[in-house]
Nanobody
């Protein structure tokens, strides 16, 4: 059974930084692609970033490109999301996900964490 647990969310001022972690159990982070998504109140869940299980290549949503960085910590079996230059529009619950065929759509992922709240004040 794969379990994902996010941590690292919180309240930060605009322009600040946060680093989210996704601890994975039941499989290594190299088993499948790993994705980050976010969901703001009243909005659909949207893609943020993805890291390949094969070569660590990454893709990002246009809205976060150049500000967010997804990476992998193999020793801790975690996936990280470094978020810099945060904006109020980044406020959302952030989820990590794993899926054999995961790319940028939520339906492509099989396992999800419970989410961690990120709030960016102006």
């Amino acid at each position: 059974q794969v379990q994902l647990v996010e941590s690292g969310g919180g309240l930060v001022q605009a322009g600040g930084s946060l680093r989210l972690s996704c601890a994975v159990s039941g499989r290594t982070t190299r088993s499948w692609p790993m994705g980050w998504f976010r969901q703001a109140p009243g909005q659909e869940r949207e893609f943020v970033a993805r890291i390949s299980e094969v070569d660590d290549s990454t893709i990002y949503a246009d809205s976060v490109k150049g500000r967010f960085t997804v990476s992998r910590d193999n020793a801790k079996n975690t996936v990280l999301l470094q978020m810099d230059s945060l904006k109020p529009d980044d406020t959302a619950v952030y989820f990590c996900a794993a899926g054999r065929f995961g790319w940028s759509a939520p339906r492509e992922y099989d396992f999800w964490g419970q989410g961690t709240q990120v709030t960016v004040s102006s």
